[in-house]
């Protein structure tokens, strides 16, 4: 059962080496600027990722839609999954293609995109990002290892610097809650009164 501390001391390690990095934090604060900012707008707020991914983007997309910590209106967000969508387009036209058909169809000037990518490479995620930015979105990145080829593409690359896959994505979903936090902060004050 040893290996049951090692994996919580480990956690423990990847999480302390993240928060003492200031640059992280700032980038944390401007991910939640750039959502704010569009749903100050009239944006809407779209995220994707794959396997584990996907599920911290529908995640991320229900705590917007529903409530986190207390009622309040609900925000317009959407983690693309729609297995119809996923299917039609991956049959069609291929796999990388998932995710772009779809922000090419709803993403407007104005909405943000949330790209979860633990290797920073998914061909689908990056495919997603490129089309975003051709529609003048902006785009948050959680990734890790080195940030891949996404960590100059998006406009807030947000990278855990680990190459263990679970690591990675316990800090994404650590984020993407803090994300949520504030910008209820920002959207319903109210709510926060400490």
């Known amino acids: 059962m040893s290996y049951i501390h090692t994996s919580l001391i480990d956690a423990q390690n990847t999480l ?23 749903f100050k707008t009239g944006g809407r707020v779209f995220s994707c990722g794959n396997g584990g991914s996907m599920c911290d983007s529908l995640h991320f997309a229900e705590e917007l ?5 207390k009622d309040r209106a609900p925000l317009p967000a959407t983690g693309i999954s729609e297995a119809g969508h996923i299917t039609c387009i991956a049959n069609d036209f291929g796999f990388e293609y998932i995710f772009s058909r779809y922000v090419d169809a709803w993403g407007q000037k104005g909405d943000a995109l949330l790209a979860i990518s633990t290797s920073g490479n998914s061909a ?16 948050v990145g959680l990734l890790g290892k080195d940030g891949g080829k996404l960590k100059t593409m998006v406009d ?12 990675i994505q316990e800090i994404h979903i650590k984020c993407i ?7 209820e902060r920002s ?8």
């Open 65 to 69: 839609t529903g409530r986190y910590r």
């Open 187 to 194: 959207l319903f004050p109210e709510n926060y009164r400490d």
């Open 16 to 38: 302390a080496k993240f928060v003492e990095d200031k640059e992280s934090i700032a980038l944390i604060e401007s991910a939640i600027l750039t959502f704010v900012q569009s």
């Open 156 to 167: 807030v690359p947000l990278i855990i610097p680990c190459n263990i896959t679970d690591r």
């Open 177 to 183: 809650h803090i994300f949520i936090e504030g910008i």
């Open 124 to 139: 689908n995620v990056i495919k997603a990002v490129e089309v975003a930015k051709s529609k003048g979105m902006k785009v």
